[in-house]
């Protein structure tokens, strides 16, 4: 960005950044702790391995690919690979016994080079370890956001952990502790709240339920996302421009700073730009607030294609660590960041702190001694205690909006029930984006149970289900009817104009309501959804309406909330719109008293 492009408020917006990195390195240095999770002689060790490295292999330690086309046989040795993902794409195997002996595999590969440093392995496990079918998987983080209750938070991170390293992994790129501010963005579901405070208090619980103790084995590394400004964007784009005043920006780096305090080991940059600089090249974000202000000393790296998208080595300056090198970057990034050190442009120093973050999360992972899968653990994956755990977070999470005319809970023998809609009878719709595929599933996958098989469980009259509306059951007691969106992730999700997304319902979808209400007395709706969206009018059509977010494989804890089994207790982690009306740069929120919406944060009927 040329200088004279910079605006008075960028200005000022500049002056407060270097105001707080003051004030935080003097007042945060010296409440510093030595980390527990990693012994005095691990900086010297680190020291030591340092002085071993050449140019080559400290570029290579800052180099993340996929595990499948951005390398072929021989690569991890030849590059110096630090860190290896998985992520959409070809599987490491036909299950977790295959998955875990791809990754060995690699990791010896890792192990056979000159210095032998151990590899670091990701994946995008963000609601349970979401890429592997047949997994435990949680409700998306808008729906633990709803449940408020943080040792269920960590205890859902400790399961995460382990499913995660029972499939070969040693790190996650979650949480992701978006304030989002317009239900337009199509990753609403991935944070947990539009309140910074609520978003701290569970990111503390998350990173230390993942992280625990990270030398033991069923551990992962956690990674705060995305730095910074990811929900703010001006009309809810996904990778945007976040303007925001000073007072925002403070309240969206508080949840980083707990997520620091609990010794995170990595946060990954954003793809937005905060007034015009990209977050990849933010040096004064990275380096001077995230790393010398709040005393951050895990691994910064990028997201997607950063380097090539976003500034090359200028993003090396800013204080980058790691560098998703994947779908064809690899060269780019190494040769370049050679050539940069090479003429100066980048600093050995430079280089020698990010190798050094990356050597410290290695050592406190315990690779160095213990670089391999545990395979006791892959019999844990789905097992019954951690569905259970899933499906207390699924019957917390539910947000009762309406309930009139007794409407909830229902009798188990009501002679006849109707269940209507396909995301009723479709845990592939129910479980949302980043599920088994990037962009989710439309399919029952293995493990998981629906809504309409947690009612059929329960109930003990006739249950019939009308799966798209059309057959008309008009003679039955109550009809139960599951609308909502059909999975996106990231972008795809983008309400713009421009995707199939929109703020209401589908027409099908505002059908079936209409329809049953005009001839069934007992109408129940359950809005299955990665963000709150205007259903104004499907709530006065209805008796009793549940948001029940997304809710992940355990459906039938639903069934038993609403036959009366628990109690609601799920409040609203966002303020819910009325109108499409009130959404224009930002969708009504509960610091912006100029919107007022249909129901205030924090808002849940009980029994
Ligand atoms: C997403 C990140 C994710 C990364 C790796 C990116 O496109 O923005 O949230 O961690 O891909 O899969």
């Known amino acids: 960005m040329k200088a004279s492009s ?64 951005d390398i072929e ?29 791809k990754f060995t595999k690699l990791q010896n590969e890792a192990l056979s080079t000159r210095l032998g440093i151990p590899l670091l392995f990701a994946v995008d496990a963000v609601h349970g370890q979401n890429t592997y079918e047949g997994a435990t998987i949680f409700p998306h ?17 400790q399961i995460t952990a382990k499913e995660t390293q029972a499939t070969g992994f ?50 992962v590394l956690a990674t705060a996302k995305h730095f910074i400004g990811d929900g703010s964007t001006d009309y809810g784009r996904e990778g945007g421009d976040t303007n925001i005043g000073k007072h925002q920006l403070e309240q ?119 670089p391999f899968p545990d395979s006791t653990l892959i019999k844990d994956i789905g097992s019954p205690a951690h569905r259970n755990k899933a499906r207390q977070a699924v019957i917390e999470s539910l947000v009762l909006l309406k309930n009139e005319n007794k409407a909830l809970p229902l009798n188990k023998n009501l002679s006849k029930i109707v269940v209507v809609g396909e995301h009723a009878d479709n ?43 059309t057959r008309e059951y008009y003679d039955a007691d109550t009809a139960i009817i599951v609308v909502g969106e059909t999975p996106y992730a990231e972008y795809f999700g983008d309400i713009n104009g421009e995707t199939k997304y929109k703020l209401e319902l589908s027409k099908k979808h505002q059908d079936y309501i209409k329809k049953y209400s005009e001839k069934v007395s007992n109408i129940i709706v359950i809005l299955v959804s990665g963000r709150p969206l205007v259903v104004t009018k499907q709530i006065e059509q209805s008796d009793a309406f549940i948001a029940a977010w997304l809710p992940g494989s355990e459906g039938d804890g639903i069934a038993q909330v ?9 409040k609203l982690p966002h303020s819910w719109p009325k109108s499409v009306k009130d959404f224009g740069k930002y969708g009504p929120n509960f610091w912006d008293s100029s919107v007022e919406p249909l129901f205030k944060f924090g808002y849940g009927l009980e029994y």
């Open 73 to 101: 046989k021989g690569d991890i040795t030849k590059h110096h690979i630090g860190s290896v993902i998985h992520t959409q794409g070809p599987l490491p195997g036909k299950n977790a016994q295959e998955w875990q002996a």
């Open 252 to 370: 969206l780096l508080f949840p980083y700073r707990k997520a620091v305090e609990q010794d995170i080991g990595a946060i990954m940059v954003s793809f937005n730009s905060i007034d015009g600089i990209n977050m990849h090249a933010h040096k004064i974000l990275i380096t001077d607030s995230l790393k010398n202000s709040m005393n951050f000393n895990g691994i910064v790296v990028t997201d997607w294609k950063g380097y090539s998208r976003f500034g090359q080595n200028e993003i090396i300056n800013a204080g980058v660590d790691m560098v998703m090198a994947v779908d064809g970057d690899l060269d780019m990034f190494q040769n370049g960041l050679r050539d940069g050190v090479k003429n100066g442009s980048v600093s050995e120093n430079r280089l020698n702190d990010a190798v050094r973050r990356i050597l410290r999360q290695k050592l406190r992972l315990g690779l160095f001694k213990n």
């Open 562 to 570: 609403i036959f009366g089994e628990y109690n609601f207790k799920g």
């Open 427 to 469: 845990t592939g719709l129910q479980s949302g984006g980043w599920t088994v595929e990037w962009q989710g599933v439309h399919r029952n996958y293995e493990g998981a149970t629906s809504i309409l098989e947690g009612i059929k469980n329960i109930a003990e009259g006739e249950v019939v289900y009308d799966q798209l509306g």
């Open 141 to 157: 983080n808008i729906g633990m956001g709803a449940t408020g209750n943080a040792k269920l938070v960590e205890e859902s991170a």
């Open 6 to 69: 910079i605006s008075k408020y960028n200005f000022t917006l500049l002056y407060f950044l270097i105001g707080i990195s003051f004030f935080y390195s003097i007042s945060c240095k010296q409440v510093l702790k030595p980390t527990e999770d990693y012994d005095s002689l691990t900086e010297s060790k680190i020291d030591s391995i340092l002085s071993l490295m050449t140019l080559e292999e400290k570029i290579g330690q800052m180099s993340q690919v996929r595990h499948f086309s």
């Open 170 to 219: 040693n790190w996650t790129f979650s949480p992701c502790i978006a304030i989002p501010y317009n239900e337009k963005w199509g990753r609403v579901y991935e944070a947990y709240s539009e309140s910074p405070e609520l978003t701290s208090e569970l990111v503390k619980s998350s990173v230390k339920g993942h992280q625990g103790d990270l030398r033991k084995k069923h551990t």
